[in-house]
């Protein structure tokens, strides 16, 4: 499974928020199970389902006398939810983790490989301002530069 595309979306009063059909076409078919956990900067990570539970397995099976693996497990496990899309096709936003990423109204779900990241609209904007296209260069290069890419 891999995602493509940024879309845009809004948090109802009650927290829900409707997936966008870009991404919901890109889904295999029946899946409509997720987990949401905290994001590794001011987001939220949706995994779907066949995606969180290898990655699950594999956080579960770390060394638990290790720790640095207890503090991970606590940050990347703590307050991971599972939702489901309800008849109309959207997604309840739990009310700890909206708050860890900051998210009010506006979001921008983004498209990471096999998961999708829900950020705040404006702070999403605001990352790309202040990134200039020499920063992405380099930062493309340090990344990038040592594989062969095509």
Same mark, same amino acid.
């Given at each position: ?5 940024? %879309? =845009? ?6 927290? #829900? ?13 029946? =899946? ?5 956990? #905290? ?7 949706? %995994?779907?389902?066949?995606?969180? /539970? ?11 006398? @290790?720790? +640095?693996? #207890?503090?991970?497990?606590? /940050? ?11 008849? *109309? ?5 739990? *009310? ?9 109204? @506006? ?6 490989? @096999? +998961? ?15 990134? @200039? ?18």
């Amino acid at each position: 499974m891999h995602f493509l595309g940024e %879309y =845009e979306s809004t948090v109802d009063s009650k927290g #829900r928020f409707l997936l966008p059909a870009g991404f919901k076409k890109q889904l295999p078919d029946g =899946e409509t199970r997720f987990v949401i956990s #905290r994001g590794f900067e001011e987001c939220l990570t949706l %995994y779907p389902m066949q995606v969180w /539970q290898p990655l699950h397995a594999r956080i579960s099976n770390l060394n638990q006398f @290790d720790p +640095k693996v #207890r503090q991970f497990q606590r /940050q990347f496990l703590g307050g991971a939810t599972e939702v489901e899309l309800d008849s *109309a096709g959207r997604l309840l936003l739990p *009310a700890s983790l909206k708050g860890h990423a900051k998210l009010e109204k @506006d979001i921008t779900l983004v498209a990471q490989g @096999d +998961k999708l990241e829900i950020w705040d609209t404006a702070n999403y904007k605001k990352l790309f301002d202040s990134f @200039d296209a020499n920063a992405f260069s380099v930062l493309a290069n340090e990344v990038m530069g040592q594989q062969q890419i095509g």
